[in-house]
């Protein structure tokens, strides 16, 4: 259960007004990896985690904090949207200011939102939860919070270049610093992790069931051997095998023939589809 | 550019044709950590490195070779669908296998693609573009690589478990085995680049423009303090810093107010929206 | 900024597993009209209020609620698919329990989620935003509010009669009766703002500068004059006109013929697409 | 059964081009609140009636009327586009007039559709059939017909502002005047439905088998006891009841503790997942 | 602008309910090529036409009365949906006909819709407008109205062999021929264009700004040279060329080296992402 | 299996960035008739040809190509974003070059991508699979590929006007010189399986079963008799048939009336929704 207080977690207060910018910043609002994504995952994860302790509650805490964060967005997004002018072409083709901004800004902030915070991105393309996972296994989610973390970190690091507003870039700082932070602390759980269970995940699932042979290694596919000199193409791999490279990788199985579909499903019929018997080919598996 | 052979890469071929594994082996050709989602994210990962050399060349390996496990798992899912039925009601009520498959099977199989595999997941759902990313910074890709692997060799584990067909066994078996080598080939990388970099991404961006004091903290937003007893929680953190936990964490600003809107936005008027001027209240910021 | 405790509002515990209830309750908690449209919608309507006061503070009292509704549901989610079996074909065929789990239950939730609730729809539809809307009118959106409890009372109800677990219907009475306050709290609300500025939204444009003349007309479209005998179509107006019934309407405007785009557009060229000079025609506009 | 006559409803003609407002004006056309959508919700409502009679009727009518709106705006579209330049960046440069076109247009209109209206919104962004609902429930249809209406004459009467073309507003003029009607004419229906029934949807649910306990009580989960002077809080019900505020709302059922999956799911084990044995903590449920 | 009549164009009854077909029939009322895609395809491209004449006539003909089979498609799934049970699992164990019904069915055809079609496919994906085109060039759509009516007419057929109901059968054998009949006409219509205009859309695209040294080539990029046999890699081409096949394509263009990006994007740095300086290496373009 | 090589199948070098047309062209790579579309359906239709032969090969070598293009596509963009500006308002109100690309750039070309390409269209939106169809059907599947090469060749053709960029440009020359022949390809391919097969898809359905009765009318649903003027209305048709044209289309099925649903489902009850008795009707099916 949620409690909630006004008060915000920290300042989100812009200088002036900037619609451009509200535009840009709904990205880290409600695009792919903005703090609605963090929220919800966050959240499911710890709803589904089966079992308690201190990873549920490192969850729940964080995905807590995070709606603090979608709080304190959509509150900067609708002060930047303060009074944002809806001029016309002609208007704007005369001040260079509403040219910028009529160009710039998303309309969907003047006629759906009334100038206010829309759960979407900077291209008004609306939040999914496919944005999400909860997967039940923590090692392989932890992974994915950090990824999340820190294609989130760099977006507000590319944001923070793109003003000059000292309450802005105030917000932002803060933000920065809970992304090192949330950076940190994935990176600190999965490690625990990997000690407790090994570094391929599932680690549960049994080993010799896979084909081993191919386990640890590298396939080149693009032409040019460069990959070859990375500590993935040789040498002791993480989860305790070898590394090998191979540079001509084979096939091994031949090429599939699909039977005819059934009469029933009107494919093309097999006498129009299938080579004239005269046509030399390999034979089909 | 790409060379095509028709032989596949491994054995794509089931011992017998069902219907309802065809629907469910979907996911990880078409779903959020299919197949698909791998190869066009290295792809587009690949193509975005700016400059050259063994990581974009690793990139462009490993989603050429997914592009054969695409190829791989729509084959098998066409195999999985050869004969399949699309009987009646009144059929699937007599016989308890055809209503196991009128049940448990894709109708769009039958409707839409006529027995042939579908770029979407297990319920039926497209696949699209943002199930992936390419950011330009490598250490956050990378990191999503290896969650992507993560989740894929899970749900890939999930679905050996759903069936004892040797053939279809015998295929996951590969997709197992290989994305073992993907989570090792980008934990070594990751770990390269974290030895160059640090492990905070993006590494360029100047720290001291965030707001440090908050860059280790644990805040403790969900009551009960099992998050306290982990390694993100005291001691030092992967960056070098030392964590800190916050039992009972505060806001830093006061709840915000925001003006009204102009009046061709024709939001409720504010005469409306606002409390009555003898009510009591907290001094807005 | 928001506190999370664990204990939950209501009992979300039902008496036994059950995989394909576990996908039909999915609907009210990650559907068009399910717990998470209705707590984002809140939220963002509150945060988005330009003003302070009542409005504003009910919003976001109601719109955390529903995050713990979001709780019970995804908790109760993962209960109902404890141990759910994940079994093939042939084993459906001989055992009709296991035939109807196969059928009617959702393969992602043990391929994805691991046995744990999703934030998406009953068909596996991943919830989105554009479910959702904070539009800066209070009547507007509070009309949209009313709107998406009763339809998600409705949705609750329906899975009331889908179910004889006493467990599920313990929570489905809960929520039933959180829906029902809430349509009386939005209706009150509602009734407020209309007497304050009247019904039609937004009460502040200006009236004359609509076509008043067909302000309260029923135009009959389709052919039977049954919808002529409601309070619609005669008598008078809740805004205060007087509604009248056109039997037979007409077109105001001559049918519009579109100039041809220019060359550089690569449409179908004019000299194709028209019509040859000597067909009678009516003269366009 | 439908005809099409080629005659508009109305006009819909400007007295220039502008594909600034071109793109602005398609949010009316295909986004959320647009007339694809009110025609589409209606047209399937009316379908989807079990019986017949005015209700039936009333929708039919009205989808219908919709589908001749869709038509104005796409005309409307098609002209504002008329010739609408394809300039580069560097004339873009030196003309402020197509600098501002540059910006504010949507490329899809001259590359996509051939300067002509596109079912999308003012993003780009598709129509979607997730905007309707036709639940079989007359008045929680209405009432979301209702809430649709208000949000579009809303969007319509912004629209009105971000114009100066006579044309243009001409035909707004038309909309936001049938906009009117159509909140009159779902407030009329929806009086009347309440009436007959009641005003909690839907009314036949047997109102003893929800917590009853809890069906008019206003919790107070947003610090600030604002919400608490409103009368949805204190009083008479609208549907016969009285209104409660509690200000510290209580959880009534202990903290959640899943049991682990089974091992076929792979999800984190649980001796991995939980808490040590020493660790104190509260009973679980 | 539009009437509506309230008789059918055909026949939509059928001889008893099946919600198991109501769900699969669902794909050819609002799938990506059911009648709701033809409906709103013909009728942009009508509005869209740039000019007038029977091509303007012949969409608004065709897309009016596609409005119509969406209407039928909705009355007969309706209709099939009659008394749809909606029971637990236990039931659905006992009785096959409730399992296969359990399995077969879309549970939001009770939970959402009320026993009503919704605008969806067979999987409940929701109806967009992406699946139509409108691009202003009417041999370019065209073809995608033959397209799509190929694709339609394929899938009614397929459903016709899952029912044995004749009511459904009599309506299918109904849109079978309708399909039958716009696929004779967008065929007619393209051959007039064709004529007209010449094969390659867009006709009016001088030839001379292409590289035509490649216009009539076949690449074999897949090993194998069956593709050689066909009329596609000798002889003439639809447009009055010559087709010629090259069987070991080469790239025409050095591999790309893109420049590092500026420090303001927080891409990985130069230094790290390059290769050594001492490994050897092709030179970049 | 495939295989990558790193060099180019065509130049893709601009002569000088250009973010806003960056942003252009994203529609050809990722957008509904892009690169990644054909490359997609190619490949999955290639994979799902039941039979063998010269179709599958064809449709694998040319699917093979576009991936090529996708390629080329993505280095071209990622050349035009070379050192994008970020820059604020301010900057842009100051200099028309920096206001020009603040309008018509896509923001997350900065935010998202770090300055590369993205599986999007010009809009930002994703890509996804509902884009492409393999059916099974190779004539319904050709036609489809004509429809989308005729769509795909119109839009290079409308961004070949938006740009002096001469690198740009003999890269789209490139692009519209493969479109010719792919046009060309799916030309010759449907011809010659149109000769095998007849021009109706499906053409092993048999005509018998369908409403022969109107396979080859056209019916007048728009008034205006323009269409009757085509070789679509008269006269011999493509499969055989003779086109008739009907003025005055007559529905051939009463008014439906849908009996109401059971309780358990919540519908408004049967006597609020219906007609009162002493209400004359025509009467119902």
């Not at 967005?73 to 009529?102: F, G, Q």
């Not at 923590?138 to 977006?155: I, K, M, P, T, V």
Request: glycine share 8%; proline share 9%; net charge negative.
């Amino acid at each position: 259960m949620f409690f909630h207080i006004k008060e915000l977690q920290f300042r989100a207060k812009p200088e002036r007004p900037d619609p451009v910018f509200a535009r840009r910043l709904q990205e880290v609002l409600g695009g792919q990896f903005g703090e609605i994504t963090v929220a919800m995952q966050y959240l499911f994860q710890g709803w589904n985690v089966r079992g308690d302790g201190k990873y549920k509650d490192l969850l729940l805490d964080t995905g807590t904090e995070e709606l603090a964060h979608v709080e304190m967005l959509a509150t900067m997004i609708a002060r930047l949207l303060d009074d944002a002018p809806v001029e016309t072409l002609e208007e704007a083709a005369k001040d260079p200011v509403i040219a910028a901004i009529l160009g710039g800004s998303n309309p969907q902030h003047a006629i759906v939102t009334g100038l206010g915070a829309a759960p979407t991105d900077s291209n008004g393309y609306p939040w999914n939860s496919r944005y999400t996972i909860a997967s039940g296994n923590l090692l392989a989610d932890f992974r994915h919070n950090l990824a999340a973390e820190s294609q989130g970190r760099l977006q507000v690091a590319r944001l923070y270049e793109m003003t000059n507003d000292r309450g802005v870039k105030d917000m932002l700082a803060w933000l920065l610093a809970r992304d090192t932070m949330h950076q940190n602390q994935w990176i600190a759980a999965i490690k625990e992790l990997e000690a407790k269970e090994g570094v391929v995940v599932p680690s549960t699932f049994p080993r010799e069931c896979e084909v081993q042979e191919v386990s640890h290694i590298l396939f080149n596919f693009s032409r040019g051997q460069e990959s070859a000199q990375g500590p993935w193409a040789h040498g002791p791999s993480p989860d305790g095998g070898t590394f090998q490279y191979v540079a001509n990788p084979q096939p091994l199985a031949p090429a599939p023939q699909l039977p005819p579909a059934p009469p029933y499903i009107y494919n093309t019929p097999p006498k129009v589809v299938n080579r004239s018997q005269n046509t030399p080919h390999i034979p089909p598996q």
